[in-house]
């Protein structure tokens, strides 16, 4: 079993959180990963990616093979398209947020990048900012688009409950039950389909 | 034993804690800036006394490494590709020099130039000053061959070499830490008292001794376990595989095992004898490396006229940038998936200056001002603020390398072309800035510098500055005129006061220094967060 996956957004959107909570996960359930990530200059506002890797066999190389990711999620709909040349065209899947992050003059109209992201063969394209600003989650795009993911990712939805627990649990219950919510609320969505 | 999950940065740095460090000496730079905060960070090393500020810059940091070596203690300094430019004089002399307690460098270079300005390869420095380079695959190689290292760097005397590229120092893993730390080397006299004083007559014998040593170093390269021969059936092809190039072949077979012999190269000198065996029983060779074709030229040679060697020097593998599995799946001349094309509505998102940076209202000032002088006049240097040559600023013309905004106005304005003005961080100014302001004072050159001052090295993630509330006692003590030495607020509201100054200080001809401060806004973000964190 193995599933090859890419977080991407933009600079500060949680992208690299959501990251960080699959591997905890992953190695919970005695898998082997890798995720490499952006650091540096490009974390200003530009486009962030981390590839991650799970495999129950060793894996050799850090970066996902073109033509061979599972899954892209992502918190921005512009930066899910950016990703395609590593979507697996057969079986992958794209679980994007729709709402443009607009911090660029020459940003496509919304439509058009929608209409793209119609175009794929698997994909779940819905407004995650919505659905984490009415469980009052006003930072929880990213827990609500990874809990619709979850759907695809093989990682029983409670283990990703538990790394939640475990990464924010410094920050209080309200806080940690919040970011559940958030994902389980993304799940229903993945549900519905 | 433990398993950790670490970036190979992080590796590096616990299995030198594991390793009986006393100190590491670094300043900031990306791939490599996580070592040095691993250990800053951990309660482990503090409890063990290892020291771990920042330095000025790169020599400062390896200079400070070879006097803790000298003490007889094991040390360690670690930088980005470039870093070792600025650290190039005591680089090449420690390795006549050699160690007294062991000594590491760590050496992160950035193939595909995902934060820098060049792709510099340094295993040509390491080749240069014949010291060994250890090279990972992988993130638990990374953590034994910092123990390794330090064996193999007090066995023979030498500094050693740890070369890893961003895809390792950025990428995390499962590792097995050992946890029985060794103990801290005790402090002890070098047995021979000229070891470290490189007079003439000194450095010819010490030379020679580092010539002798070469052939001492490849054959524990050939011997120690980290360089393998893996033997295959189908000939036609010998592959040599060095670090992390190798996750990238055997990522193309994952499912059959690779039909061509491989060599596996991760520690240098390169063993020759393993090289020839591999070339005496192959038709052609493959050479894979991260980075530039560096061994593949050297088994090549300048008249190419033995066996077909190929890499990225014929055109099997891209010239530049880093290597992935498809290019080396490619070369290989396998069938490599594709995904789809990026749709042509995607826009490029380049980095920009956070909202409220300060940076910014300089800019909007300084555009203001220099926009009746014509374009070209403003020289930018290293750091966040090198964005300011993007839209919508476009406000510098330069980026060269650390501190050269200073000296290159300088010389632009010796040729005559003025006003010259250099923009330029408050840690890339005492990092490589001072001496060239001291020019600047020397020649009462005509040059306005700015130096922003947020308080912090922001560009690599808010590192400690060694320029804060130093910086105008700094500027004094070189020999600026006070009534030249300005200090304005980057804020909206004081904006016509700062161009004001601004232009007040262009057109004086003469030495000038003006300070923007304001706190990076990332920085004094985090500081209230963790501010807040305490109060809970």
């Known amino acids: ?193 | 034993m433990e398993k950790l999950l670490l970036l190979g940065d992080e590796a590096i740095a616990q299995a030198a804690i594991d390793a009986g460090l006393s100190g590491i000496f670094a300043y900031p730079g990306t791939p490599s800036t996580e070592i040095t905060e691993y250990i800053q960070a951990s309660k482990e090393a503090k409890e063990k006394g290892i020291r771990s500020n920042w330095a000025c810059n790169e020599k400062t940091a390896m200079e400070a490494t070879l006097g803790m070596s000298y003490a007889g203690k094991r040390a360690m300094f670690a930088c980005k590709h470039v870093g070792i430019n600025v650290a190039a004089d005591p680089f090449m002399n420690s390795a006549i020099t050699g160690v007294n307690g062991g000594i590491i460098y760590i050496a992160a270079d950035d193939p595909s130039m995902h934060s820098s300005q060049d792709e510099q390869d340094s295993r040509n420095f390491a080749d240069f000053a014949m010291i060994p380079v250890l090279e990972p695959s992988n993130q638990q190689e990374a953590y034994d061959m910092v123990h390794y290292g330090y064996e193999l760097s007090e066995k023979f005397k030498t500094p050693v070499m740890i070369r890893v590229t961003t895809r390792l120092a950025h990428s995390r893993a499962a590792v097995n830490v050992r946890r029985n730390a060794r103990k801290q080397n005790e402090i002890k006299l070098l047995e021979n008292e000229k070891q470290f004083i490189l007079l003439p007559v000194n450095a010819r014998r010490q030379y020679n001794e580092l010539i002798a040593k070469q052939e001492l170093l490849e054959n524990a390269a050939k011997n120690d376990g980290f360089n393998k021969y893996i033997d295959g059936k189908n000939k036609k092809i010998g592959i040599i595989a060095c670090g992390l190039s190798l996750n990238y072949l055997m990522e193309n077979y994952t499912e059959k095992s690779c039909e061509y012999p491989i060599l596996k190269i991760s520690q240098y000198p390169m063993p020759v004898d393993m090289v020839n065996r591999l070339y005496e029983e192959c038709e052609s060779i493959l050479v894979l490396e991260e980075g530039q074709p560096v061994y593949e030229a050297k088994i090549k040679g300048l008249l190419n006229k033995g066996k077909k060697v190929m890499g990225r020097l014929d055109g099997t593998i891209p010239r530049a940038g880093e290597l992935n599995p498809a290019i080396v799946g490619k070369a290989l001349g396998l069938e490599v998936a594709e995904g789809l094309p990026v749709p042509s509505v995607v826009a490029p998102r380049p980095p920009k200056l956070c909202e409220g940076c300060p940076h910014a209202d300089t800019y909007r000032a300084l555009n203001e001002v220099m926009e009746e002088h014509g374009k070209g006049k403003v020289f930018g240097d290293i750091g966040c603020y090198t964005l300011g040559a993007l839209p919508p600023f476009n406000a510098i013309s330069t980026t060269v390398d650390m501190g050269a905004s200073i000296t290159m106005a300088k010389g632009a304005s010796e040729a005559g072309f003025l006003p010259a003005v250099a923009i330029i961080g408050d840690s890339t100014f005492t990092h490589s800035g001072m001496t060239g302001l001291l020019d600047c004072v020397v020649d009462n050159a005509s040059v306005t510098i700015i130096i922003l001052d947020n308080s912090i090295t922001a560009m690599t993630g808010t590192q400690k500055s060694s320029a804060t509330g130093r910086i105008e006692s700094i500027c004094q003590g070189i020999g600026v005129d006070p009534d030249h030495i300005r200090v304005i607020t980057p804020l909206k509201k004081f904006h016509e006061e700062n161009v004001k100054v601004l232009k007040q200080e262009i057109e004086y001809q003469g030495v000038s220094v003006i300070i923007p401060r304001r706190e990076c806004i990332v920085y004094a973000n985090k500081k209230r967060k963790d501010a807040k964190k305490q109060q809970k």
């Open chain 1, 1 to 193: 079993m193995k599933i090859d996956i890419i977080l991407c957004g933009v600079g500060g959107m949680g992208a690299l959180s959501s990251a960080a909570i699959i591997s905890k996960a992953a190695l919970d359930m005695g898998m082997h990963m890798k995720q490499a990530e952006t650091h540096g200059m490009s974390q200003r506002g530009g486009d962030v990616q981390s590839h991650l890797r799970l495999s129950d066999r060793e894996i050799a190389s850090d970066l996902i093979p073109e033509g061979e990711c599972d899954l892209i999620i992502s918190v921005e709909p512009m930066e899910a398209l950016r990703y395609l040349p590593f979507l697996n065209k057969k079986d992958g899947w794209v679980i994007t947020n729709e709402n443009p992050f607009i911090n660029i003059p020459n940003y496509p109209e919304k439509e058009v990048v929608l209409a793209e992201l119609k175009k794929l063969k698997n994909s779940i394209v819905f407004d995650a900012d919505q659905i984490a600003r009415d469980l009052g989650n006003f930072k929880g795009t990213n827990m609500v688009v990874l809990g619709a993911a979850s759907k695809y990712l093989k990682i029983d939805i409670e283990k990703l409950e538990k790394a939640i627990r475990g990464t924010f649990e410094k920050k209080g219950e309200e806080i940690v039950e919040s970011n559940i919510n958030s994902l389980r609320a993304g799940r229903a969505v993945a549900d519905k389909l």
